[in-house]
């Protein structure tokens, strides 16, 4: 940035609180900081090929969401692209079955992971199994966690509570850094963390609780609870913020990761025993070993 942003232009919606409170990637980067020249800033973006006008493992790039002839200027920098993946460094291509995976490509994502070591997670139906799974992997400094989408807002009725919100720093500390036997610490596997709290930071084995904010039904169907029901997103930024936060979740375990389905409840229209059941069977499809 060639000149300073005052503390009212840093504070607009376009700014960091748009960021943080959107999943819609690298593009939100973009929109914010094409705003801020047209408020007398001049930026220069540096980064990968990737990064600037998106791909298949980040999605949109920052240039992505800019309007034609507005394109920021910008320098592709190729060695700012990292190949190798060392955050799942017990499976390398983990990052792209996730991909495969969040696109609707189940075929493909299967045979991704008919080609890793390990299988790309682990899947069950019982939450006491996914606690007990992780603990029993909660060796020495290692870390273990819940995550949670922060739209699935009905994983209470599982016995799930919502996460801290990220500005709720002293809860989020303890998560990450409280040892284990501590009920604050991750390691407890009492109170999972949202996309927005866990994003850019990882723990070694991670259980993901899946909700009913993203089902499958031949495609990924994205929805928003509008009490006393769920009620389908139509509008694409919405839905990509979703399957984003989702993405987010699935790539946080540098050595493994379970996924808890609920069974749902029938009395419960909110909690569908058989949208579930069609998670738990993609997932299955699509690589995950069963517990």
Known sequence: NHG???H???????GPIKINRGEGGLSLWGEALQEANRSGNHWMIHAGREAIHGGRYV?????????AG???AHEEEPLLHLEGAVRTYRAPGHGEWVAAFLDGQIDVAASIAAKL???????????STAKHWLKDRCRGSQRVGLLSSSGAVRLVADGIPSSPRSNELDQVAHWFLRPRGDFRSSNAVEVPLSEFVCQGLEIDYAGVCWGGDLIWDDGWEVRAMRSPRWQNVRKRETR?????AYRVLLTRARAGMIVFVP???RDDPTRSPDEFDRVFEVLRTAGCLVL
Do not use: C, H, Q
């Open 263 to 265: 069974s749902g409840d």
């Open 117 to 127: 070591d390990l299988p790309p997670a682990v899947v069950t139906r019982d939450l």
């Open 4 to 6: 300073k942003l005052s």
């Open 8 to 14: 009212k232009e840093w504070a607009k919606p376009w």
């Open 240 to 244: 990509e913020y979703r399957v984003n």
């Open 59 to 67: 999605g949109e790039g920052i240039l992505s969401g800019t309007e």
């Open 70 to 72: 507005e394109n920021l």
